[in-house]
């Protein structure tokens, strides 16, 4: 008799584990980026890339679907961001937090994604030591390191720079962008003549007064990071507007300065500008073809991605991929990790995987030149770096050779 209640109990445990996993299950995904103000259009071009990722695979994740429920950062200062991300753990029990373009926003959230163990996919912000923040945050977007330690070995060695000026917004992927230039730079031979903060991420400044002491100093290169969004069209106009290419200064810098959403406001002023970065629209790549192709069909033909959607689109990819091994149940913080430490994937800007020790995006790096042609700017890839880490956390650098948490 009671071998047989046993079995009866069983075979119903069976069946009910069935229809769970045969259940279709909503995922609650929180997305948190600038979404009114004066980074809006970053918010949007994030918030573009990683819907279009869920419209292209619409089966990928079974029956299964996401809620993507958006908050608004409204400004690139933390505290708004981490109130968001409380009441997106709290209120609305999301399993996930994705988005997050601005370093101070990804940073405020670190703490509670540790607490309250909720994992955290970074589509942008770009202070290298983000990921010692917390254990549960892997990034997909890119490392200030990337580009400024290319950018620096570059300007030396193959522009043949012997003395440099960089000029930075003054938060802290700023900082890190010109101290990795200054790295790359020095090994190579150059020297640093000047250092420039620049104002802030919130607001567009003036930059002649900083031009102006850039001149008096007579680089032969300026190396200038300002964060994606209005910034980067006054520095190349004010470039232009202190004749600084007839000095002799040549503008370089990460491709955050041609992002290109922004690059053909620019006008004349962006051609001969040397960047280094990992994404932009111009790859020539059959994978970076078809996501032109898809963004232009679902935005319009004049819409075009630059790198912050297509870290939105990746990052929605390594989401999908940590939905995909919680086998139809909640997404657990170790879980997540356990999949996208090592996750690989085929991005628009080329292939691209989690470093599986620091949970930090690896990827190639493009050496690039605006030219003109046809009447549009467009950007011509110089030189290719493969499989790029961070040199940072490689170099165990401050605060990227610790753990933070
Ligand atoms: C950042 O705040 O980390 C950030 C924002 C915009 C960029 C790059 C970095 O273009």
Not at 130 to 137: D, T, V
Not at 159 to 171: D, E, F, M, R
Not at 237 to 255: F, H
Request: hydrophobic content about 40%.
């Amino acid at each position: 008799m009671k071998k047989h209640l046993i079995t009866a109990l069983s075979a119903a445990g069976i069946v009910a584990l069935a229809a769970a996993q045969s259940e279709a299950r909503e995922y609650k995904i929180g997305f948190i980026g600038p979404m009114s103000g004066g980074a809006a259009q970053l918010g949007q071009q994030m918030e573009r890339g990683a819907r279009l990722y869920m419209k292209l695979h619409p089966n990928e994740l079974g029956g299964n679907t996401v809620k993507m429920i958006v908050r608004d950062s409204k400004r690139p200062g933390g505290p708004i961001a981490k109130a968001a991300a409380q009441e997106l753990i709290t209120r609305e029990k999301v399993e996930l937090i994705t988005g997050l373009i601005f370093s101070p926003n990804a940073m405020s959230v670190a703490p509670l994604a540790t607490k309250a163990k909720v994992p955290v996919v970074i589509m942008n912000a770009g202070t290298a030591f983000i990921p010692n923040m917390s254990p549960y945050m892997v990034r997909v977007s890119f490392t200030m390191w990337q580009a400024g330690f290319i950018m620096g070995q570059h300007a030396a060695g193959k522009l043949g720079c012997k003395t440099a000026v960089s000029g930075y917004t003054n938060y802290p992927p700023g900082k890190d962008s010109i101290a990795a230039f200054r790295k790359g730079f020095e090994a190579s031979g150059g020297k640093i003549v000047d250092e420039i903060p620049m104002g802030s991420p919130a607001k567009v400044p003036d930059f002649t007064p900083f031009f102006q002491r850039t001149k008096s100093k007579k680089p032969n290169c300026l190396y200038v990071f300002v964060p994606a969004g209005n910034h980067a069209s006054a520095v190349a106009k004010t470039y232009q507007s202190l004749a600084m290419r007839k000095a002799g200064i040549a503008l370089v810098g990460p491709g955050d300065i041609t992002q290109d959403t922004q690059l053909q406001g620019m006008g004349s002023a962006a051609v001969g500008v040397v960047t280094a970065h990992h994404y932009h629209m111009f790859l020539k790549s059959k994978e970076n073809q078809g996501f032109l192709k898809a963004w232009k069909a679902e935005y319009g033909k004049n819409s075009v991605p630059d790198f912050v959607g297509v870290g939105g689109y990746d990052g929605m990819a390594a989401v999908y991929a940590a939905i995909k091994a919680s086998n139809g149940g909640r997404i657990t913080a170790d879980g997540a990790m356990k999949t996208l430490r090592g996750w690989k994937f085929n991005s628009p800007r080329g292939p691209i995987s989690i470093d599986a020790e620091t949970r930090d995006i690896v990827q190639n790096v493009y050496i690039s030149v605006v030219r003109q042609s046809g009447g549009k700017l467009v950007q011509e890839v110089q030189q290719k770096f493969d499989a790029v880490k961070d040199k940072c956390k490689e170099l165990k650098l401050g605060k990227c050779g610790k753990k933070l948490y």
